[in-house]
């Protein structure tokens, strides 16, 4: 049985969108969870390519437009900025989910331990293929 990083970003597309509002015999997803899944889900997003590309090609566009209204700014200021606004700003679970797609794309971006782990996620989906 293979899931691959097309499925992993699947299930773990249909496990935010599911999830989060809740109603089934589950509880709905709490802060933290969404918070860590929808990181999951945007390395399983950049591994999986094809249609799921769009987000991380979403998330570039994005993030050059930021870099392009602040000249010099680096991607370490913009996790940080992040991390802070997600820390201290009172979110829904579904803005958590969104952020946190975002969050993940950045703060791999700006290297250090996050994109260790994002490289460790992405050839954890490639071998699960």
């Known amino acids: 049985m293979n899931l691959g990083p097309v499925g992993l970003a699947f299930v773990l597309t249909?496990?935010?969108v599911f999830g989060i509002p809740g109603g089934g015999q589950l509880k709905p997803l709490g802060w933290w969870p969404?918070?860590?899944?929808?990181m999951l889900a945007g390395s399983a997003y950049k591994a999986a390519g094809g249609p799921f590309g769009v987000v991380p090609d979403f998330v570039g566009t994005l993030i050059g437009t930021a870099k392009g209204m602040l000249p010099g700014l680096t991607m370490t200021a913009l996790a940080l900025g992040l991390a802070i606004f997600i820390l201290f700003k009172k979110l829904t679970t579904?803005?958590?989910?969104?952020?946190?797609?975002?969050?993940?794309?950045?703060?791999a971006a700006a290297g250090g331990s996050w994109s260790y782990v994002s490289e460790s996620i992405a050839s954890l989906g490639a071998s699960l293929s």
């Open 14 to 16: 249909l496990l935010l």
């Open 34 to 38: 969404t918070l860590i899944l929808s």
């Open 94 to 107: 579904k803005q958590i989910g969104l952020l946190g797609i975002l969050f993940w794309y950045v703060a």
